[in-house]
């Protein structure tokens, strides 16, 4: 994920900003659930960096997300993005994927870039019904706005979802900046939000600190935690996170899913093994967490 990504992230100040009240009035408004669901995972399975390390050592490139779901519980589908995919590639995706695995798709960019959801009634009919297809291994869906998308839109958005199937799970995704410096229409895209029964999708990246709003219109946070090739700050973000996340599923929370991005992805099985062992000790949380293999290096058996 290169959006945010900065070269020196020595100078940036990574502290979590405060909860927003759109924050506090949600999860005030839902009954506390029992049962924490939490999701940890990277964005891609097609990694040949992780033969050997989360893969076996002689694992095929189409073995790909029969161990990828062996090892994590959600994954981020960007697939999805460019291609909205056929009814042979979902049952294919459902049936690999054990049960507890959630699939994340990420909605085509014909509709949300190109369109900008604008007389995007059939490929979105058409991605609504593929994902549907996915039964109980679909998460959420998320819908990342293009750069340019910014408020004077709203009515484009208000007009998609308010389209969509009653209870189809979807997060949104704001970047322009107008999103975070005009008060007025943060508040109503909030409000429709919250109404419409559809979230909002969070970034932690360095070079991007508002698009880290801390507004929820649900009581599901979808996370999308951008380190720094395991930088000591991965860490500490990690921990304040794990420290925020403990008092909101506290006020109301229900569920979560974190996808762990890094530099070409190397380093995310690293990283979302330290989140998910944080959710674990830290809220008494049974998740499995990826396991890891020593990598040996050439010529240390010499």
């Not at 020196?8 to 949600?26: Q, S």
């Not at 995704?173 to 979230?199: C, I, K, M, N």
């Not at 506290?250 to 989140?275: M, R």
């Amino acid at each position: 994920m290169d959006f945010g990504k900065l070269e020196n992230i020595e100078n940036v100040d990574f502290t979590l900003p405060f909860t927003h009240k759109f924050t506090t009035e949600t999860l005030a408004g839902t009954a506390l659930s029992p049962n924490k669901e939490v999701y940890v995972g990277p964005p891609i399975w097609a990694n040949k960096e992780w033969v050997g390390k989360i893969y076996p050592s002689n694992a095929k490139d189409k073995d790909f997300l029969y161990h990828y779901t062996r090892q994590f519980n959600t994954i981020e589908l960007n697939v999805t993005h460019y291609q909205i995919p056929s009814d042979d590639t979902i049952d294919r995706w459902r049936e690999t994927a054990p049960e507890g695995f959630r699939y994340c798709p990420k909605w085509p960019q014909i509709i949300s870039h190109d369109a900008q959801l604008l007389n995007v009634m059939l490929p979105s009919d058409e991605f609504v019904r593929a994902v549907l297809g996915l039964g109980d291994r679909l998460g959420t869906t998320f819908l990342q706005l293009g750069p340019s998308f910014d408020t004077s839109k709203f009515s484009n958005l208000e007009f998609f979802l308010k389209t969509l199937p009653k209870d189809f799970p979807i997060a949104v995704e704001f970047r322009h900046p107008s999103w975070f410096t005009d008060g007025y229409a943060l508040q109503q895209t909030l409000d429709l939000l919250h109404e419409l029964g559809v979230g909002t999708v969070m970034s932690d990246v360095a070079g991007r600190r508002d698009v880290l709003h801390m507004s929820l219109t649900t009581p599901t946070l979808v996370l999308r935690f951008v380190g720094n090739e395991l930088h000591r700050t991965d860490y500490t973000r990690t921990d304040e996170w794990l420290l925020r996340i403990k008092a909101w599923f506290e006020q109301g929370l229900h569920k979560v899913y974190i996808f762990i991005h890094t530099e070409d992805n190397t380093f995310s099985p690293e990283l979302a093994k330290y989140w998910i062992e944080g959710f674990n000790t830290k809220m008494g949380l049974s998740l499995q967490p990826p396991e890891i293999r020593p990598q040996v290096i050439q010529g240390e058996l010499f």
